[in-house]
């Protein structure tokens, strides 16, 4: 029986014994039905296994607990590799997540040699582990710091050194327009000693300010309309600040420790999106209000809402005539919800009316996505 904490191998693992097992699950498991949310969910899980891999010890103790530590973490990483191979084999995977997977097999062969004491042999796996996950990190991200493209100083030819010309370090990221009806993607070279950076978008010309920090810490819940997130961030040249807000929105966001964050506010700081620079993942803020006839039609939580909604931010509320039709819609639509509730003749013909633009909005999302 195992016990409690072990795992299924207890304490001591040989990494030939656990690849064993790894192979004959992924074979088990066969490709997914679904490649692309497969992978996707793979890449978040490793990320958050990852962070919990502790480095080696330096020296071998008595009752040394990370012994413990190691073998506690085995049962989650055989799965994930288990899943990493199946998915490997349907030919669907990028170089990025290759090296994400042997990254994930390097930290797991450190992890058996430090149940077994081998504390050296585990060092130079753990090591190989880190190196394989920044550049699977570095192959997904969409920002570059200068300062990391090597720029050889010595010439082996004339075997001299040279005075390094480069200049101040810059950070280039791609970064979103916020503007519900623009969203313009465009490359930035940005100072990576300064977190608030002022832009203007080169296609719709509003500006907007894009705030840059590392991720320490991420909470995420559920409220009443969606998720309430909490960041504790560190902001790019340094400072630690917290970021929260809501969104019901059906897109989450994932995020680890160590990820570069861009989140993107209007010119009026209203929050529009958060940017994951670290891999490429934007979340697009949905802040809901009071649909009083749609709810009507629909029911409380219907997931027509989220498209009528976006109708609202995405096509209203940028211009002014839409946002004026919006504050008219919130100060009628209660008591016109009311007169429908007494007069069933007239609520009938209403509710086909919004069903039939419900129908026509899901028409478009489905073009939409089809293109």
């Known amino acids: 029986m195992t016990r409690p904490g ?18 004959a699950r992924s074979r088990a498991l066969g490709p997914p039905p679904a490649v692309e949310p497969a992978l996707e969910r793979y890449r978040s899980d490793c990320a958050e296994w ?11 103790r008595a ?9 506690a973490l085995l049962p989650d990483g055989e799965a994930l590799l288990a899943r990493g191979w199946a998915l490997l084999q349907t030919g669907a995977a990028s170089a990025a997540d290759t090296s994400l997977t ?45 300062e990391e493209v090597e720029l050889p100083v010595w010439n ?9 010309p480069r200049p101040a370090p810059t950070l280039r990221a791609r970064l979103s327009c916020p503007q519900w009806g623009c969203r313009r993607v465009e490359e930035a070279q940005l100072s990576p000693t300064y977190a608030i950076h002022r832009r203007t978008c080169p296609a719709c010309g509003r500006p907007y300010v894009a705030y840059l920090a590392e991720a320490r810490e991420l909470t995420s819940e559920r409220a009443s309309q969606g998720r309430h997130y909490a960041f504790r961030v560190e902001a790019l040249g340094g400072g630690l600040s917290r970021v929260d807000f809501d969104d019901d929105g059906a897109d989450q966001l994932t995020v680890v420790r160590g990820d570069l964050l861009a989140f993107l506010y209007t010119a009026d700081r209203e929050l529009r999106g958060v940017s994951n620079l670290s891999t490429g993942r934007t979340l697009w803020v949905t802040r809901s209000g009071p649909c009083y006839l ?17 109708v609202r931010d995405r096509v209203l509320v940028p211009s002014a005539p839409g946002r004026l039709l919006v504050r008219l819609y919130y100060r009628l639509s ?9 007069h069933p003749a007239v609520d009938r013909p209403v509710r086909a009316l ?8 899901k028409s478009v999302d489905a073009l939409d996505a089809g293109r």
Not at 113 to 132: D, M
Not at 156 to 164: E, F, L, P, Q, W
Request: charged share 30%; net charge positive.
């Open 354 to 361: 919004v069903r039939g633009l419900g129908r026509a909005l």
């Open 294 to 310: 749609v709810t009507h039609v629909y029911g409380e939580g219907a997931p027509e809402l989220a498209g009528f909604r976006l």
């Open 156 to 164: 082996a030819v004339s075997g001299t050194s040279r005075y390094d």
């Open 334 to 342: 209660p008591g016109l919800v009311a007169w429908l509730d007494r």
């Open 6 to 23: 072990r795992g299924r191998y207890g304490r001591r693992v040989q990494p030939q014994e656990l690849f064993s097992a790894v192979l």
């Open 63 to 71: 009752q040394d607990p990370s012994r413990a530590r190691a073998a």
């Open 50 to 60: 990852v962070a919990r891999v502790p480095e080696p010890p330096l020296y071998r």
């Open 102 to 146: 042997q990254a994930l097999e390097a930290h797991l062969e450190s992890l058996c040699l430090v149940t077994e004491g081998q504390l050296e042999r585990a060092e130079g796996a753990w090591a190989r582990a880190s190196t394989l996950e920044r550049r699977a990190r570095a192959a997904r991200r969409v920002f570059v710091r200068e």
